[in-house]
């Protein structure tokens, strides 16, 4: 048996591959841009929802779009301003602390001599290396913004999408062919509200759990509540293992306090963080983001691998985005109204 190829197809062949390359190689070396991009495009569908509220009050697009993205800043900007400084201080005594930490852990660990170790061996090297204390969350945010040049062109270009918002929709709804263009309009808007549902929905749960736990935490006369607090935030958004993350690291402080205190504050975030799955998480985020837990789980690792920790807490609501695209392309969801 014998298979001819023609000289037509070999080339074809050959020029896709050249170009699938090309694209690669380009998005290789683009990708913060690319990233820069994709970040303030989520920023824009965030505010989206604001700014359409300002035009029904009369105020013109434009002006909406900056006051929605001013307020945004400055909300961003007083957090940071009332917790940073606490952060901060707190963290830098945590480092000049560690060996009377260690010293009372030692004590409270004396029975378990295995776990003590362990424990020892990371604060180690945690004082051989305090820039350990520094989450890959800081340090993905400082390498993809790049300072303030970096920040400004975010919210410059979160501005533009903004602004122009009907115009960029209206230019990716021209290039679509016209069979496809009802059910593309559909999936830019379903897939801007899951955005825009979970991110503002997230924060208020993270937020909550933050300040429930600098509460607890001070309550109980826990070192260092605000540093806590501040972590606690972020592992709240984390899928799965972010609960159980809240819960270890408060207790393993709380434990150079005493056993009992740790206990306490095991029990009270275990019973808050059951509070928040059943009733808060979904009073919040409304019930939108109805993903398999194995997708979770999938969406999780492949953000890591790509992006790293940034790439953990984008994945969640990308993977929310796959039930809006089954609806419409695949099951052949009705479109609304009459």
Same mark, same amino acid.
């Given at each position: 048996?014998?298979?001819?190829?023609?000289?037509?197809?070999?080339?074809?062949?050959?020029?896709?591959?050249?170009?699938?390359?090309?694209?690669l190689r380009l998005a290789r070396e683009l990708s913060t841009v690319l990233l820069l991009i994709a970040l303030s495009l989520l920023l824009a569908g965030v505010l989206s929802h604001f700014v359409a509220r300002l035009e029904r009050i009369g105020i013109g697009r434009g002006l909406a779009s900056v006051l929605a993205l001013l307020v945004a800043v400055l909300v961003i900007g007083g957090v940071l301003a009332l917790v940073l400084p606490a952060v901060i201080?707190?963290?830098s005594a945590l480092i000049d602390n560690l060996p009377e930490i260690t010293a009372r852990a030692q004590r409270a660990l004396a029975p378990y001599p295995t776990i003590y170790n362990a424990i020892q061996r990371q604060i180690e090297q945690i004082r051989r290396d305090p820039s350990e204390l520094v989450t890959g969350v800081?340090?993905?945010?400082?390498?993809?913004?790049?300072?303030?040049?970096?920040?400004?062109?975010?919210l410059t270009l979160a501005l533009y999408?903004?602004?122009?918002?009907? $115009?960029? $929709?209206? &230019?990716?709804? $021209?290039?679509?062919?016209? $069979?496809?263009?009802?059910?593309?309009?559909?999936?830019?808007?379903?897939?801007?509200?899951v955005v825009r549902s979970y991110f503002i929905g997230q924060a208020i749960v993270s937020s909550i759990f933050a300040t429930y736990t600098?509460?607890?935490?001070?309550?109980?006369?826990?070192?260092?509540p605000a540093v806590l607090a501040a972590l606690a935030f972020v592992l709240d958004a984390i899928p799965n293992v972010g609960a159980t993350l809240a819960t270890v690291v408060p207790a393993l402080v709380a434990l150079t306090v005493s056993p009992t205190t740790a206990l306490i504050a095991v029990v009270a975030i275990q019973v808050y963080q059951q509070v928040e799955n059943y009733l808060i998480s979904p009073k919040i985020l409304g019930g939108r983001l109805r993903i398999p837990?194995?997708?979770?789980? #999938? &969406? #999780?690792?492949v953000g890591a691998r790509l992006l790293g920790v940034l790439g953990v807490f984008v994945a969640i609501p990308i993977a929310g985005m796959l039930p809006v695209l089954e609806r419409i392309w695949i099951t052949g969801e009705p479109r609304a109204g009459p």
């Open positions: 048996m014998r298979i001819e190829i023609s000289p037509h197809t070999f080339v074809h062949a050959v020029m896709a591959v050249l170009l699938t390359m090309l694209a201080t707190q963290t800081v340090r993905v945010g400082v390498d993809v913004l790049g300072g303030v040049v970096s920040a400004v062109l975010l999408f903004l602004i122009d918002a009907e $115009r960029v $929709r209206s &230019a990716a709804l $021209r290039l679509t062919p016209a $069979r496809y263009r009802e059910r593309v309009a559909r999936t830019i808007s379903g897939v801007g509200q600098f509460i607890l935490l001070t309550l109980l006369d826990v070192p260092y837990p194995i997708a979770t789980l #999938i &969406a #999780i690792l």
